[in-house]
């Protein structure tokens, strides 16, 4: 079945640590997505990719880095630099070019810190 | 900047009433709007969508209201069930842009 892959399901961050969240996608889509989740206020786009080897900055990019060296896969790394990383992450993927038409979105990973 | 404002943030039905969900925007460019369902702990997952060009689209208990003048859409969700207890998140787009979502409403539907 075709779908997104987050993982882990839960992890753990003590001050300091950068930590890496794995998102992978079987559905051949172009575009994807990472968003940050708190509750009563959303979700807020972190960073967003349309092709491979290219990626824009979001909403609250701050404190966070993406790498797209393969269509399938969007990595999100949670530096130091983020103060308040505590959150639930959420990766989505679409067809580029077709707006929000399509969006499909992971299970997400708990952050939490330590 | 939230183009997406939804309110209210929580409701509180019960088994077989109607649950309400408001949202407006200030973008006139967007002309895709969904509606997304979220369980605890699950990623949200499309519940259904409107283009502009229609005033309403119904799929089963759920009904999508669009007022392009007022720029404002709402979802009902008739004979509201226990099952429909979940978080909901309106959205937006414009062609080939990514979606806004607004800050959801924590639905509880009483047994």
């Known amino acids: 079945d075709g779908g997104i892959t987050q993982s882990p399901k839960y992890l753990f961050r003590k001050e300091g640590q950068n930590v890496t969240l794995s998102c992978e996608q079987n559905?051949?889509?172009?575009?994807m997505y990472w968003y940050r989740q708190d509750p009563g206020q959303g979700l807020r786009l972190i960073y967003y990719?349309?092709?491979?080897?290219?990626?824009q900055k979001g909403d609250i990019a701050e404190g966070y880095s993406v790498s797209r060296e393969k269509k399938e896969s969007f990595p999100l790394t949670v530096t130091s630099a983020q103060k308040n990383p505590t959150a639930f992450y959420l990766c989505?993927?679409?067809?580029?070019?077709?707006?929000?038409?399509?969006?499909?979105f992971g299970s997400g990973t708990r952050l939490t810190v330590v | 900047q939230q183009q997406v404002k939804q309110s209210p943030q929580s409701l509180i039905v019960q088994k077989g009433g109607i649950s309400i969900i408001n949202c407006a925007y200030e973008?006139?460019?967007?002309?895709?709007f969904p509606w997304y369902q979220q369980f605890p702990g699950k990623g949200p997952a499309l519940l259904i969508a409107?283009?502009?060009?229609?005033s309403e689209k119904k799929e089963g208990r759920f009904t999508i209201s669009f007022n392009k003048s007022a720029k404002q859409f709402s979802l009902h969700i008739m004979d509201s069930q226990p099952g429909d207890s979940a978080t909901y998140f309106c959205?937006?787009?414009?062609?080939?842009?990514?979606?806004?979502f607004g800050s959801g409403t924590q639905l509880t539907v009483l047994p």
């Open positions: 989505a993927s679409s067809l580029s070019g077709t707006g929000g038409y399509g969006y499909t």
């Open positions: 559905l051949n889509h172009d575009a």
């Open positions: 990719s349309q092709i491979v080897n290219d990626f």
């Open positions: 973008n006139t460019a967007f002309d895709y």
């Open positions: 409107i283009r502009p060009d229609v």
């Open positions: 959205a937006a787009s414009s062609s080939a842009r990514q979606l806004t």
